[in-house]
């Protein structure tokens, strides 16, 4: 395809706002102009003209009056779990092509308890949990302490502090009472799983998804051994990154299938990270959750960091994003 064919693609996005934070981390799922300008001037490489969007009430009229042929999605959407559909939806409705899973699987993916559900019914193992909507909620007598408590439809490990492991009644009631209430918003509370975390990456759909080398987050202080929201920001201080990861051949075989199970059992397209944990009891997987739209920060965002050990420098993950969503529509590659 010569340059003067190549498409319009609308980047569309939702920026952060500081202004009157209720929490520290209320803004931290929505993007920074840097970021925003780095996806943008990888699509610019490709040849392809690039409308920015800010997914804002404006998007509506907006996407109806310019010619788009794609839109790279990347707006988290403004409010509740099915925040990251608001987009999708819209450009469903308007059979406006774009990048990424589908509204329903956007939906899916951002509540924990559902995205668990699914994988419970195709027999892939996660830890149990139970879901905590209001404050007098009992503990079922099957879960085992220490238990995780989190916000149930939250990423960037928003809502995860230092002390969000419980390890009896009392420190649960304060746990899940803060989330409901600081976040607004159930609190699930899931067992604990002691050992290796591993993340993926996948790129593509249908037989020719690829499973990206498999990344460890490897904890350097034993008092915090998970990935809260102070260990993911001062992530230089708390963590190490392997990638690929040293694993033994069969434990890795076994995770990437864990992960391709739940690719396809969600129903992804073109891009999604997954968060599994090797229990240290048994030394199997368990499948944490699922990023269907994931962080795209270079350097920062961890599937950045597993694509460039995979090789694919910042820009081509962009462009690889892109020619999955063209190829998926029986569109030119760029
Ligand atoms: N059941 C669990 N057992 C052990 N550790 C857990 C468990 N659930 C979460 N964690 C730890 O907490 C971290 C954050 O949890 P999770 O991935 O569910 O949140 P998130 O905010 O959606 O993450 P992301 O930043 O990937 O969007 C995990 O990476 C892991 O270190
Ligand atoms: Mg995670």
């Known amino acids: 395809m010569n340059s003067q064919n190549k498409y319009s693609v609308a980047l569309t996005y939702n920026l952060k706002n500081e202004s009157n934070l209720k929490n520290e981390d209320d803004q931290a799922e929505f993007d920074s102009i840097e970021t925003v300008q780095a996806i943008a001037r990888a699509i610019e490489k490709t040849g392809c003209r690039v409308v920015p969007m800010e997914a804002t009430r404006s998007i509506v009229n907006e996407i109806q009056n310019r010619h788009i ?42 509540d924990k308890a559902l995205s668990k559900r699914i994988a419970m019914t195709e027999n892939i193992r996660t830890p149990k949990f139970q879901i905590f909507f209001n404050s007098s909620d009992v ?10 408590v989190k916000p149930n439809a939250e990423g960037s490990s928003k809502g995860i502090i230092d002390s969000s492991i419980a390890s009896d009644e009392y420190s649960l009631k304060l ?19 002691p050992g290796r975390e591993f993340t993926v990456g996948l ?13 460890e987050i490897l904890f350097e202080k034993d008092e915090n051994p998970f990935y809260s929201y102070n260990v993911k920001k001062n992530s230089e201080k708390f963590i190490r990154y392997e990638c ?36 240290e009891k048994d030394n199997e997987p368990y499948f944490i959750e699922i990023n ?33 969503a063209f190829k998926r529509y029986g569109m030119n590659e760029v």
């Open 244 to 279: 690929p990861a040293k694993i033994d051949s069969k434990l890795e075989k076994k995770i990437k299938r864990m992960a391709l199970r739940i690719f396809t059992s969600l129903q992804c397209r073109d891009v999604a990270r997954i968060d599994i944990r090797v229990s």
């Open 203 to 215: 790129l593509g759909n249908g037989k020719d998804v690829e499973v990206l080398p498999l990344m």
């Open 139 to 148: 503990l079922k007598k099957s879960l085992q302490f220490p238990l995780i």
């Open 69 to 110: 042929d794609m839109v790279f999605n990347f707006a988290e959407g403004l409010k509740g779990r099915g925040r990251e559909s608001q987009v999708p939806a819209l450009l469903s409705f308007l059979s406006i092509p774009f990048t990424g899973s589908d509204e329903t699987t956007l939906a899916i993916g951002l």
């Open 175 to 193: 746990l899940t009472d803060r989330i409901i209430e600081s976040y607004e918003e159930p609190a699930i509370v899931e067992e604990y799983v």
């Open 292 to 324: 269907p739209l994931p962080g795209l920060i270079d350097g920062f965002s961890d599937l950045t960091i597993i694509a460039r050990s995979a090789n694919m420098e910042y820009d081509q993950l962009i462009r690889r994003i892109l020619n999955e």
